[in-house]
């Protein structure tokens, strides 16, 4: 299955990749997560883009096309993916287009409230990347990633005024991607509130219906 996750900043698209892909065997590849581990690395894309990703701000679409080039051509691809957070503009969607047949786009749907709420509460593990929340998802011991004992962080992006800048990117430069994949037929619209098992699993009958 070969998927993308198209949705505004906040709107669980991370979370429920993590369950998807263990229950559809499938890799899944954050761009965000990407480039913060480039970051994190001190590579040469990472300086590149570590004053936009705190920013808020998109990375140009040249560096990013090319990272998500390279990244389907690896072998783990060939079982399927799901795409989270790319693309973001219709530049990128039409190079995608190029790169692989896709089976459907989740369109994750969830009102600005919650994608204040669920992003200021977030807390992430730097090294394993899991997603916790301070009151929906909270880590057993506060602070700490449940495997590790790492502490948590918050990320730099997740203050509240890069939230609202974020949602004018995504409104902006994304929001036009619905039309676009409504228009080839691979749109599949999907409630994002609630739990995120339940959201899951109408995922899961939204794709086999
Ligand atoms: P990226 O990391 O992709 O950020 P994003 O799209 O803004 O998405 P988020 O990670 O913020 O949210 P999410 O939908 O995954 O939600 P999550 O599951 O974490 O991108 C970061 C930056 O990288 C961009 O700003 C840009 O600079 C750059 N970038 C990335 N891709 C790019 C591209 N294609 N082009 C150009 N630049 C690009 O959940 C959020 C919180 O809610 C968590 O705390 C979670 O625990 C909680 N939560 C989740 N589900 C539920 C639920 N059902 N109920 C209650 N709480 C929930």
């Known amino acids: 299955m070969r998927l993308v996750f198209l949705g505004p900043p906040g709107a669980g698209k991370g979370t429920i990749a993590a369950i998807a892909k263990e229950s559809f065997h499938i890799v899944h590849i954050s761009t965000g997560d990407l480039f913060r581990s480039a970051v994190k690395d001190g590579s040469d894309l990472g300086r590149r883009v570590q004053a936009i990703l705190a920013s808020g701000a998109l990375v140009p679409d040249d560096l990013t096309i090319e990272m998500v080039r390279r990244r389907l051509a690896q072998d783990d691809c060939k079982g399927g993916f799901i795409l989270d957070g790319f693309p973001r503009t219709i530049a990128q969607a039409d190079a995608l287009a ?22 200021s509460g977030r807390r992430v593990c730097r090294s394993t990347g899991r997603i916790y929340h301070i009151i929906y998802n909270p880590p057993k011991r506060e602070g700490l990633d449940d495997d590790t004992g790492e502490p948590l962080v918050k990320r730099p992006d997740d203050e509240e005024e890069k939230i609202l800048f974020r949602l004018s990117v995504y409104e902006k430069a994304t929001a036009p991607l619905i039309d676009y994949y409504r228009r080839k037929g691979l749109l599949v619209d999907l409630d994002a509130g609630g739990k995120s098992q339940d959201i899951f699993e109408r995922l899961r009958k939204t794709l086999q219906g």
């Open 98 to 119: 190029g790169m692989a047949v896709l089976d459907a786009v989740v369109n994750f749907q969830i009102t600005r409230e919650e994608v204040v709420q669920r992003l």
